[in-house]
């Protein structure tokens, strides 16, 4: 059994009342209970051996001006029973003791912070011990990932194609947050509004799923739920749980060394595409990209392709797409840059964002061939050969040549997931305009709310008050819940910031659950490429952390939504043999469950 110091105050407090019992109790004699010959009870082996001086008695009757800096705890009376205690609390912490898991990618967390230190009031919990947290809230059984390890691996491997909400490349972790951003208000999007709830209960204690819920998994509401005395009812575990444990380290005005770049590119493998959740043509170019597929498309579909432009032009025109690609080339025309993709409806924390390199010809240079736009002209419409899109853009894209015909992305030909052989694109508004095999920009003098979210130019997700949930949108990559890392070493974190159709003009960093935050602005930024950042730290106590972030506009919109994400830092690392091992992330029993087949293996 070892001592700890926060007994010592604890013990003070109590040796009085302890004291007054112990005089008013019979006192048992050495040979076990019987009086000695002389009638007077026998004195104890400890007290004997363990006679008060003058100080010492002085600071065990409270005299005023005494210390117990000298005194010996044990000459206490009820320290073997605190120590009796102490040592129940102490088997039940190891017993209890967080899970340690090493997921399939090699990277080690742990969900639930250690009580390294604790409130001096809670003299009955050992600093380190997690009695707290794992005995009585039992935090390693609750919460999505006690089950689901890996919450893009779950969205990967459902039974039905669920939209492409991950981004592997950029190694975004998907959380109930993203999913609530979702399966909240989201009216285009999903058929019912504010159904989660009642979709993930479904799910858990339908016919099909509640024996293995309830009892291969030990769920029930506390599962997923936190019950409050705040009016608040029942609360999603994972969105309140970083209020509620202990031994999460707040650190105040945090610094660190922070950077950010613009020019970082993905390949083609890493452009998300939503698209093909829209119909059923969709649905083919997403197919013949994905499961390993990735069908080589036909040379002659390319060659064959043409391209009209019409409508309120004075020559329309239509052309083979090899000979206008010879054409603008020949003229100069051709851009290659570095360019961002951004879906309106990515969360924070999403994966719906792309930097990439892109090679195309200006929509300008289409226009003017047609002998430019007639008088009245309002915007263009980008056309889908399979009639699937009639999005718009207005004619200030056309003007300052963020619209244009997209055939290479990395130097590479278009796959058929991002629309083979060709597709839209126009810089700083929703992905939805960027349709995929396009064959017609048709120039309008329609009156278009070019702004309006169904003609295709929203920039930010507005809830049912009409406020941006994610412009700006300021998201970590790469950090599972409860990271492992070195205590003492620094630590870089990344991940991006982007305002739509606005630049970013400032990023923020808080440790101490947003008390205090650090801010770094960013100077001129180009509004049309992600904002790439990255923030290094350096832990100076072993403990978790929880690093949260945000992000302001150059108008001055401050992120609705911000990203937190919980990292331990550890003295000493674990060996993977000292962690749970998870061969696949998709779906892991609870700590309770795997422990149990334990017992039943043995």
Same mark, same amino acid.
Request: proline letters at 4%; hydrophobic letters at 30%.
């Given at each position: ?30 040979d ?17 051996? /363990?006679?008060?001086?003058p ?51 090699? /990277? ?8 390294y ?22 935090? *390693? ?7 689901h ?20 490349? @950029? ?16 009216p ?17 204690y ?6 293995? !819920?309830?009892?291969?998994? /030990?769920?029930d ?60 043509? *969709? ?9 390993g ?20 032009v ?10 206008l ?67 718009? !853009? ?42 995929k ?28 008050? &009409? ?13 599972? *819940? ?17 305002? !739509? ?21 960013? &100077? ?48 000493? @690392? ?12 998709s ?16």
């Amino acid at each position: 059994m070892r001592f700890n110091k926060h007994l010592v105050v604890a013990t003070t407090c109590l040796v009085c009342g302890v004291a007054l019992a112990a005089g008013c109790a019979p006192q048992q004699a050495a040979d076990g209970g019987k009086a000695a010959e002389d009638g007077s009870a026998s004195q104890s082996q400890g007290e004997q051996e /363990q006679t008060l001086t003058p100080e010492q008695q002085a600071v065990v009757d409270g005299a005023e001006g005494t210390t117990d800096a000298d005194i010996n705890e044990d000459v206490y009376p009820g320290k073997e029973y605190l120590d009796g205690l102490w040592d129940r609390w102490e088997a039940i912490g190891e017993e209890y003791a967080p899970e340690v898991r090493t997921l399939p990618n090699g /990277q080690m967390v742990q969900r639930t912070p250690t009580e390294y230190a604790v409130d001096p009031d809670a003299w009955q919990i050992q600093a380190g011990s997690n009695s707290y947290n794992t005995y009585w809230l039992d935090a *390693d059984n609750r919460g999505c990932e006690s089950c689901h390890a890996d919450m893009n691996a779950l969205l990967k491997n459902l039974p039905y194609e669920h939209p492409v909400a991950w981004n592997d490349e @950029l190694d975004s972790k998907m959380t109930v947050q993203q999913c609530l951003f979702c399966h909240s208000y989201a009216p285009g999007y999903i058929s019912k509004q504010y159904e989660f709830g009642t979709l993930m209960h479904a799910v858990h204690y339908s016919s099909r799923n509640k024996t293995e !819920f309830a009892n291969d998994y /030990q769920g029930d509401c506390m599962s997923c739920h936190n019950a409050t005395e705040n009016g608040e009812g029942l609360e999603l575990w994972d969105a309140t749980k970083y209020d509620r444990l202990w031994g999460i380290n707040d650190v105040e005005n945090v610094q660190g060394e922070f950077s950010i770049d613009q020019e970082k590119t993905q390949d083609q493998s890493g452009v998300f595409s939503y698209d093909w959740m829209h119909a059923y043509y *969709d649905n083919m170019r997403h197919g013949a990209g994905v499961n390993g597929l990735n069908l080589e498309m036909p040379q002659s579909l390319f060659d064959e392709w043409t391209i009209t432009v019409d409508g309120s032009v004075n020559a329309p025109y239509t052309a083979k797409l090899p000979d206008l690609i010879a054409e603008a080339e020949a003229d100069g025309a051709v851009v290659t840059k570095t360019s961002k993709m951004v879906c309106n409806w990515n969360p924070v924390g999403g994966g719906g964002v792309t930097n990439t390199e892109i090679t195309g010809i200006p929509v300008s240079w289409l226009v003017e061939k047609a002998g430019g736009m007639t008088d009245g002209a309002t915007g263009v419409q980008a056309l889908r050969a399979d009639g699937s899109s009639k999005r718009a !853009f207005p004619k200030a894209k056309v003007e300052s040549d963020e619209a244009l015909l997209v055939y290479k992305i990395g130097g590479e030909y278009l796959d058929a997931t991002r629309g083979y052989p060709c597709t839209n694109w126009v810089e700083g508004v929703d992905a939805q305009i960027n349709s995929k095999q396009i064959d017609t920009y048709h120039v309008t003098d329609e009156d278009i709310d070019y702004a309006d979210k169904w003609a295709g130019n929203p920039n930010g997700w507005q809830n049912e008050d &009409g406020v941006a949930m994610n412009k700006p949108n300021a998201t970590i990559l790469g950090v599972p *819940d409860g990271l492992l890392v070195q205590n003492g070493q620094p630590y870089t974190f990344n991940g991006y910031v982007d305002g !739509f159709d606005e630049k970013i003009a400032s990023v923020e960093f808080s440790m101490d659950q947003g008390k205090t935050w650090t801010k770094y602005d960013l &100077g001129d930024t180009d509004r049309n490429k992600l904002v790439w950042w990255s923030f290094t730290y350096t832990p100076e106590l072993e403990g978790a952390y929880c690093l949260t972030i945000r992000a302001t506009t150059e108008s001055g919109q401050q992120s609705y939504e911000t990203q937190t994400v919980m990292f331990n830092a550890k003295d000493k @690392l674990p060996s993977p043999e000292e962690t749970t091992v998870l061969e696949t992330a998709s779906l892991v029993p609870p700590k309770v469950e795997a422990a149990k087949s334990e017992e039943q293996s043995e």
